[in-house]
């Protein structure tokens, strides 16, 4: 409590002299962080290290429930826009639990290593259809005794499978063309292949 107390009136003082975004975005987060502070130890203070067990449970226990609100969020959006949830879940959701990947592989492409950004992508990706899908897929017919009702995209699986290789093989080739170094014509070729892809599930759902 003590060292909230101090990190607390660190901040404070230091309020006075920020710029007015990095007021409204600590005034913002200030609720959230203490939450985290109370509950998650930190482990980087020398003497605390045995608490790393308890950091990293926490640190999953709070991606679960941040996950959950965002995904009921985006419903509720959803559904008070008239945007049908599997657009939602191809956009907004999909960059939302990117996000952590983004910013890891920012932090190693400033780093120099940029295979490792680019492995961490893949990875991610491959460990979600892997395991991500089908782990909760598994619990909930062992719960339910009854298969997961996908919806109504579901006769489609087969092609969004072949066009997301497709898409993949692309991505490998356009790194492959850039000499395998990550460049700014590699980015904004990143960029055309993601809005060619979600253009053309658009096109086919809505078509």
Known sequence: TAGIYA??????????????????GTLALL???LIFALTVPDCRV???????????????????????GMVE????????????IFIMGLTFLAAGTSVPDLLSSVVVAKQGKGDMAVS?????NIFDVAVGLPLPWLVFTLVHGCPVPVGGHANGNGLSVAILL????????????????????LGYSMFALYFVFIAQELFRNYA
């Open 46 to 68: 020398i003497g605390k290290e045995k608490h790393c067990y308890v950091t990293f449970c926490m640190s999953i226990f709070w991606i679960g429930a941040c996950s959950f």
């Open 166 to 185: 497709a898409m993949v093989a692309a991505v490998i080739i356009s790194i492959a063309a850039s000499g395998w170094v990550m460049s700014k014509k």
């Open 120 to 124: 961490s992508s893949i990875g991610s």
């Open 7 to 24: 990190t607390t009136m660190q901040s404070m003082r230091d309020f006075g002299g920020m710029p007015c975004s990095e007021k409204a």
């Open 73 to 84: 969020c985006i419903v509720n959006m959803g559904c008070f826009t008239g945007i049908p």
């Open 31 to 33: 609720p959230v962080n």
